[in-house]
């Protein structure tokens, strides 16, 4: 993929596994959906979860966007993350999760509704700009004659 065709990748898509350091574990990782916002990922979480904790002490993460049909393919994308506690931005941001979850837009009777949940549960948003990208093509067998062609090679960073 080139550039462009990476970044198409990532606003196509909506669902990622959240990758970053734990403070005495190897690395953690968590399927959430995400919003972009220009070029930046916008993900939901709450105050108190690892995530938000996490970018606090280290603002590295992994993401791993998935594509949602099969075969499987992704790209890996590097950023530098922050927590942004403003309760506003937040709310508006599970409201759009949940459009995207339900595939439709929530009916103005649900905003109440949305609002005191991530009031109750202390939303926040992490704000991810990305710097680099990492693409494996996927290599799939559909049939016993595929293997006979099946080549792999290695991937490397590209910037964002």
């Known amino acids: 993929m080139n550039r462009e065709e990476r970044r198409q990748f990532v606003r196509d898509h909506r669902t990622c596994v959240f990758g970053y350091n734990r403070q005495e574990h190897g690395p953690a990782m968590t399927v959430v959906y995400y919003i972009m ?31 949602e049909q099969w075969p499987l393919g992704y790209l890996q ?38 609002e005191k949940m991530a009031r109750d549960e ?20 559909y049939q016993p004659d595929d293997v006979d062609t099946l080549t792999h090679f290695t991937s490397t960073s590209m910037e964002w």
């Open 37 to 67: 916002d220009g070029d930046d990922m916008l993900i939901s979480t709450m105050a108190d979860r690892a995530k938000a904790k996490a970018v606090q002490r280290d603002p590295r993460v992994s993401i791993c966007v998935l594509n």
């Open 122 to 141: 202390k939303r926040v948003v992490l704000r991810v700009t990305p710097y680099s990208t990492f693409e494996t093509p996927p290599r799939h067998v």
């Open 77 to 114: 994308v590097y950023g530098r993350a922050v927590l942004e506690p403003d309760p506003v931005q937040a709310t508006d941001l599970l409201r759009q999760v949940i459009d995207l979850m339900a595939g439709e837009p929530m009916p103005a009777s649900k905003f109440p509704a949305i």
